[in-house]
């Protein structure tokens, strides 16, 4: 089958877009508005943007109704009526429940710490807190807001934001900072309501020894 996106209903570019571009990481980002509201969500488009400065990036999808999400809402810059800041916290097991019931569309400044049970727990850098129950934590400074197409129903709007504190629990890595993954349950979103386990990890070389290297599960 060949597609082109230009016949394509925002349905059927949603269902392409968030169920093959998978597995993905999700983002668990608290924020606070200017009034002190807090609100936490989760977010799959997230990502990596640069290691040196640390960035990372999260895509808010404007509402159907052509309304900004409150995250994107309270990360915008001061001078834009939000914080300027945000904190990405980890999606694991221990709180499957909790992240999901946060992507209940709550009216703008109701919290979804007081709906699902989650604690804030004070930030070291920036204003909104921490999720207490998460493993990691990144603080992160809002760098650019970029929308792809303003305003219009489910296009995304970048979130760049610099990492200016990390916390990590203990034992979640070596001294040396390799992540433990036995200690780090996270979850990946598989897109619709299906996510998938990090528990069927293996080893592989990279570049030309990746040829001569038997894998460690049968062929398909
Ligand atoms: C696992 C998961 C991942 C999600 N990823 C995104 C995403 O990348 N972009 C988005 O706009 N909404 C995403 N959502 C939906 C938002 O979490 C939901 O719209 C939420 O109400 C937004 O909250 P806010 O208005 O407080 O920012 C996701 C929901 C779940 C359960």
């Not at 727990?121 to 992160?140: D, G, H, I, K, T």
């Not at 990590?168 to 992540?179: F, I, M, Q, S």
């Not at 528990?199 to 599960?217: E, I, K, M, S, V």
């Amino acid at each position: 089958m060949d597609l082109d996106p230009r016949s394509l209903s925002t349905e059927q570019r949603y269902k392409i877009m968030n169920g093959l571009v998978v597995p993905r990481p999700v983002a668990f980002v608290s924020t606070q508005d200017p009034s002190g509201a807090l609100n936490i969500a989760p977010f799959s488009f997230f990502n990596v943007a640069s290691v040196d400065p640390m960035v990372l990036v999260i895509c808010p999808l404007t509402r159907p109704d052509g309304t900004e999400k409150d995250t994107l809402r309270n990360a915008r810059p001061e001078a834009e009526g939000g914080l300027g800041e945000f904190v990405v916290n980890a999606a694991v097991e221990r709180y499957l429940e909790q992240m999901s019931a946060a992507a209940e569309d709550l009216p703008h400044g109701e919290s979804e710490f007081a709906l699902t049970g989650l604690t804030p727990a004070p930030s070291q850098v920036v204003r909104p807190p921490r999720l207490a129950e998460s493993p990691l934590a990144f603080e992160c400074r809002t760098l650019d807001v970029r929308p792809l197409a303003k305003g219009r129903p489910m296009s995304g709007t970048l979130i760049l934001g610099e990492v200016v504190h990390v916390y990590l629990e203990d034992g979640l890595t070596d001294d040396a900072l390799r992540v433990k993954h036995d200690a780090y349950d996270v979850l990946g979103r598989m897109g619709g309501l299906t996510y998938c386990r990090t528990t069927d990890l293996f080893d592989f070389p990279r570049g030309r020894a990746a040829l001569t290297t038997p894998r460690p599960f049968p062929k398909k």
